[in-house]
């Protein structure tokens, strides 16, 4: 196939906005014109973009597009597989809008040409090279303050106003008096006779300005004291740039109050406005609680058909379960019958757990379908747990579930679904395993029996199975005892009634965790709904993906039938069983002899049964046959099935950053300001070195008598010893 081109237009400057439908515009900035290529690289790509914004740096910078149609998800581009699949989308496109904007957490709301002297450097922080924001801002705070008879809310809105009439007018003041019921101020300057006086009218309780005196002489350019700008107030005015730029450092926040406000800030109070200013964005678990209940309401809402519930307990402890509805959707219709249940650990979270079921696709990606947040993995959280998946699920059917076998899940999992199978999660007991090797044998010998230990796993057949057994045995009786103790029928293929279909471990954990930023805690809402607004993003890429496949099974499949089927055509197909009416049995010689039944979907091999794809020796029978092997494959792993998985979409929630305005919500379901009780561990905290050399003990070597393990002054070898060494050592 050769090279495609498309013609893209570079945005830059602007920002987003997202009306009622979730549907995003974008406006402002600058647009530049150029060519893309399917052929180039990633890093070919960016130097194009470069050249075009006048050899822009673009290391703070990120590349978003729309796929044809659709103004509701912004893909990424950040590798070269990313920019080949942004060309074949947009191949039959005019143009194409590419979106240059700024690095910040998950989401992006506005972009600027930061590092150039362009008008859009305005995008982030509103200013014009001129400064022109600071004289809009300033006109507007320069009638803060009107004169007598101006009625303010209360003490604290008046002195709010003040505060900002001080800035437009560059003045300095102090208080005289400053309480409840009265405000008296004056300029700090000697010469100034500018003073003001508000009180609380005893008749309507009303906070009025009673008197103003003279007026101000002493407004100077630059307003160079740090007492007008509070840590509160610079908290206020960098909070929305704080949340679109996380890593706004302190410097550039005083930079850019000195440039817009004339404000001269200290490195130390730029500092702790961020902080505040950080608090204010990601709430106290106090607030995080109170917005369960609104969030649950509005999945419901923007989401119909999902299922969100949240549980208040004691010790100031809660449960929060999710499932959307195009996760349950794609996991009815294209998902096979298995899930795994994990627990995942946020990091920079240290007071939630969260509780995942997951099943696979037809490529063995991982596709959550439901998602818990508990204080801890308790047998109580995941029995909760499991009867609101079992509530959620529209298939009773039979269903594999794949743990560690922790906190409970043998006995909850056959209590809630008695008609499910449950087996190990492949790497733990491996691991498990490994624990159980005497420590006294070699490296060569634990690896040998962990290989053992696999292909007994991975067996199809009791007799395989046991063979490895047996090797194991060999080596140390205790440790096949051990193995046969864990219930053959829980982790080798031999023995397990479920089905896996070569799928033994989930990577949810993984998944997740490249999700959610690891720079600081996020509140609960905001940590739900980070990992909601990946799995919107994930299921839309894919089913774009799966748009432009053309073959029945999905690539990952057909590659195996491929692979598998070079291997079949040295294969004879000895006997068809015609004579006895069993014209589908067949028999096929592959150093044994191996019998194949294609009404049944069965070779006693196993693999087939296993896997869901046919095994060699069954393809050898296709190809003696002239059937098509596709028609033999479990369905999914159909590209049919892949795109039933995906074909509902998780709907954004638009207002997910407003916080509940009535805490009657939370009063309904019985929730109250809780946040997560944590013990400290007792003891120092545990410190790993920064250097594992520095955990490295020298050997200790006498200098009297040469030897290791003590000094000269422990030495217990007689003088005439050493003194015969020295001669020897002195004559050599």
Same mark, same amino acid.
């Given at each position: 196939?050769?090279?495609?081109?498309?013609?893209?237009?570079?945005?830059?400057?602007?920002?987003?906005?997202?009306?009622?439908?979730?549907?995003?515009?974008?406006?402002?900035?600058?647009?530049?014109?150029?060519?893309?290529?399917?052929?180039?690289?990633?890093?070919?790509?960016?130097?194009?973009?470069?050249?075009?914004?006048?050899?822009?740096?673009?290391?703070?910078?990120?590349?978003?597009?729309?796929?044809?149609?659709?103004?509701?998800?912004?893909?990424?581009?950040?590798?070269?597989?990313?920019?080949?699949?942004?060309?074949?989308?947009?191949?039959?496109?005019?143009?194409?809008?590419?979106?240059?904007?700024?690095?910040?957490? $998950?989401?992006?709301?506005?972009?600027?040409?930061?590092?150039?002297?362009?008008?859009?450097?305005?995008?982030?922080?509103?200013?014009?090279?001129?400064?022109?924001?600071?004289?809009?801002?300033?006109?507007?705070?320069?009638?803060?303050?009107?004169?007598?008879?101006?009625?303010?809310?209360?003490?604290?809105?008046?002195?709010?106003?003040?505060?900002?009439? !001080?800035?437009?007018?560059?003045?300095?003041?102090?208080?005289?008096?400053?309480?409840?019921?009265?405000?008296?101020?004056?300029?700090?300057?000697?010469?100034?006779?500018?003073?003001?006086?508000?009180?609380?009218?005893?008749?309507?309780?009303?906070?009025?300005?009673?008197?103003?005196?003279?007026?101000?002489?002493?407004?100077?350019?630059? &307003?160079?004291?740090? @007492?007008?700008?509070?840590?509160?107030?610079?908290?206020?005015?960098?909070?929305?740039?704080?949340?679109?730029?996380?890593?706004?450092?302190?410097?550039?926040?005083?930079?850019?109050?000195?440039?817009?406000?004339?404000?001269?800030?200290?490195?130390?109070? !730029?500092?702790?406005?961020?902080?505040?200013?950080?608090?204010?964005?990601?709430?106290?678990?106090?607030?995080?609680?109170?917005?369960?209940?609104?969030?649950?309401?509005?999945?419901?809402?923007?989401?119909?058909?999902?299922?969100?519930?949240?549980?208040?307990?004691?010790?100031?402890?809660?449960?929060?379960?999710?499932?959307?509805?195009?996760?349950?959707?794609?996991?009815?219709?294209?998902?096979?019958?298995?899930?795994?249940?994990?627990?995942?650990?946020?990091?920079?979270?240290?007071?939630?757990?969260?509780?995942?079921?997951?099943?696979?696709?037809?490529?063995?990606?991982?596709?959550?379908?439901?998602?818990?947040?508990?204080?801890?993995?308790?047998?109580?959280?995941?029995?909760?747990?499991?009867?609101?998946?079992?509530?959620?699920?529209?298939?009773?059917?039979?269903?594999?579930?794949?743990?560690?076998?922790?906190?409970?899940?043998?006995?909850?999992?056959?209590?809630?679904?008695?008609?499910?199978?449950?087996?190990?999660?492949?790497?733990?007991?491996?691991?498990?395993?490994?624990?159980?090797?005497?420590?006294?044998?070699?490296?060569?010998?634990?690896?040998?029996?962990?290989?053992?230990?696999?292909?007994?796993?991975?067996?199809?057949?009791?007799?395989?199975?046991?063979?490895?057994?047996?090797?194991?045995?060999?080596?140390?009786?205790?440790?096949?005892?051990?193995?046969?103790?864990?219930?053959?029928?829980?982790?080798?293929? !031999?023995?397990?009634?479920?089905?896996?279909?070569?799928?033994?471990?989930?990577?949810?954990?993984?998944?997740?965790?490249?999700?959610?930023? $690891?720079?600081?805690?996020?509140?609960?809402?905001?940590?739900?709904?980070?990992?909601?607004?990946?799995?919107?993003?994930?299921?839309?890429?894919?089913?774009?993906?799966?748009?432009?496949?053309?073959? &029945?099974?999905?690539?990952?499949?057909?590659?195996?039938?491929?692979?598998?089927?070079?291997?079949?055509?040295?294969?004879?197909?000895?006997?068809?069983?015609?004579?006895?009416?069993?014209? $589908? &049995?067949?028999?096929?010689?592959?150093?044994?002899?191996?019998?194949?039944?294609?009404?049944?979907?069965?070779?006693?091999?196993?693999?087939?049964?296993?896997?869901?794809?046919?095994?060699?020796?069954?393809?050898?029978?296709?190809?003696?046959?002239?059937?098509?092997?596709?028609?033999?494959?479990?369905?999914?792993?159909?590209?049919?099935?892949?795109?039933?998985?995906?074909?509902?979409?998780?709907?954004?929630?638009?207002?997910?950053?407003?916080?509940?305005?009535?805490?009657?919500?939370?009063?309904? &379901?019985?929730?109250?300001?809780?946040?997560?009780?944590?013990?400290?561990?007792?003891?120092?905290?545990?410190?790993?070195?920064?250097?594992?050399?520095?955990?490295?003990?020298?050997?200790?070597?006498?200098? @009297?008598?040469?030897?290791?393990?003590?000094?000269?002054?422990?030495?217990?070898?007689?003088?005439?010893?050493?003194?015969?060494?020295?001669?020897?050592?002195?004559?050599?």
């Amino acid at each position: 196939m050769g090279s495609r081109q498309i013609v893209a237009v570079l945005q830059i400057g602007g920002e987003f906005t997202t009306d009622d439908d979730g549907l995003m515009t974008y406006s402002g900035g600058e647009a530049h014109a150029m060519h893309v290529k399917s052929s180039w690289t990633f890093k070919a790509f960016k130097h194009e973009i470069s050249s075009t914004l006048n050899n822009l740096k673009l290391d703070t910078y990120v590349f978003k597009y729309f796929l044809p149609r659709n103004n509701k998800t912004l893909i990424s581009i950040s590798n070269d597989k990313d920019l080949k699949r942004m060309v074949e989308f947009h191949a039959d496109s005019e143009t194409t809008y590419i979106y240059v904007i700024k690095k910040v957490d $998950n989401r992006v709301i506005k972009s600027s040409l930061a590092d150039s002297s362009t008008p859009a450097d305005s995008a982030i922080t509103g200013t014009t090279p001129d400064g022109s924001k600071r004289q809009k801002v300033c006109a507007s705070w320069e009638n803060a303050i009107t004169g007598v008879g101006q009625v303010f809310e209360g003490p604290k809105e008046f002195r709010d106003a003040l505060h900002k009439y !001080a800035i437009a007018h560059k003045f300095h003041y102090r208080f005289i008096k400053n309480d409840s019921s009265r405000v008296t101020v004056e300029c700090t300057d000697e010469g100034c006779p500018w003073r003001i006086h508000a009180s609380k009218s005893p008749a309507k309780k009303e906070f009025m300005i009673k008197k103003v005196v003279g007026s101000h002489t002493c407004e100077s350019e630059t &307003v160079k004291s740090h @007492r007008l700008a509070s840590q509160k107030w610079v908290a206020s005015v960098i909070k929305e740039k704080l949340r679109d730029s996380p890593n706004y450092r302190p410097r550039d926040i005083a930079n850019d109050l000195q440039r817009e406000y004339g404000l001269s800030l200290n490195y130390s109070q !730029a500092w702790r406005g961020k902080l505040i200013a950080r608090k204010e964005l990601y709430s106290p678990h106090e607030e995080a609680c109170n917005q369960l209940p609104w969030f649950r309401d509005r999945i419901l809402v923007t989401n119909p058909g999902s299922l969100a519930t949240v549980v208040a307990l004691e010790d100031s402890k809660f449960r929060f379960f999710v499932a959307f509805h195009a996760s349950l959707h794609g996991f009815e219709h294209g998902c096979r019958p298995l899930l795994f249940l994990d627990v995942v650990s946020v990091k920079p979270n240290k007071h939630w757990k969260l509780l995942a079921a997951t099943s696979v696709d037809g490529e063995g990606d991982v596709f959550p379908v439901a998602l818990s947040v508990v204080d801890d993995e308790s047998q109580e959280n995941w029995h909760w747990f499991l009867e609101q998946l079992k509530a959620s699920l529209p298939m009773p059917g039979e269903i594999t579930f794949i743990s560690t076998g922790k906190s409970g899940l043998w006995d909850d999992v056959s209590l809630i679904f008695p008609e499910s199978y449950h087996g190990y999660n492949v790497n733990f007991f491996i691991e498990e395993f490994k624990t159980q090797l005497d420590d006294s044998w070699s490296e060569e010998v634990k690896d040998m029996m962990v290989e053992h230990l696999k292909k007994a796993i991975y067996s199809c057949s009791v007799d395989e199975f046991n063979r490895y057994v047996d090797l194991i045995k060999a080596e140390s009786g205790k440790l096949a005892e051990w193995l046969m103790e864990a219930k053959p029928d829980r982790w080798s293929d !031999a023995f397990f009634k479920g089905s896996r279909l070569g799928q033994y471990t989930c990577s949810i954990s993984e998944t997740i965790a490249e999700w959610i930023p $690891n720079r600081y805690e996020l509140p609960v809402v905001q940590l739900l709904d980070t990992i909601r607004c990946n799995l919107m993003e994930t299921i839309y890429i894919r089913r774009e993906t799966s748009n432009t496949w053309s073959e &029945v099974l999905t690539p990952s499949a057909n590659e195996k039938i491929h692979e598998e089927m070079s291997k079949a055509l040295s294969l004879s197909v000895v006997c068809s069983a015609e004579g006895d009416g069993n014209s $589908n &049995v067949f028999e096929v010689c592959d150093g044994s002899v191996y019998v194949v039944n294609i009404d049944t979907w069965d070779c006693n091999c196993g693999k087939w049964r296993v896997s869901g794809i046919p095994c060699l020796h069954a393809l050898a029978v296709f190809e003696q046959t002239e059937q098509n092997p596709l028609d033999y494959c479990a369905k999914y792993f159909t590209t049919e099935c892949y795109r039933m998985t995906y074909a509902m979409s998780i709907n954004p929630i638009p207002d997910v950053i407003v916080p509940p305005t009535s805490t009657d919500v939370s009063q309904s &379901v019985g929730l109250q300001p809780c946040p997560i009780l944590t013990r400290r561990q007792v003891g120092r905290p545990k410190e790993k070195p920064a250097d594992p050399r520095i955990a490295i003990k020298r050997a200790v070597r006498c200098s @009297r008598c040469k030897g290791y393990g003590h000094n000269k002054a422990t030495c217990k070898v007689p003088l005439t010893v050493t003194a015969a060494v020295s001669s020897v050592s002195s004559q050599v």
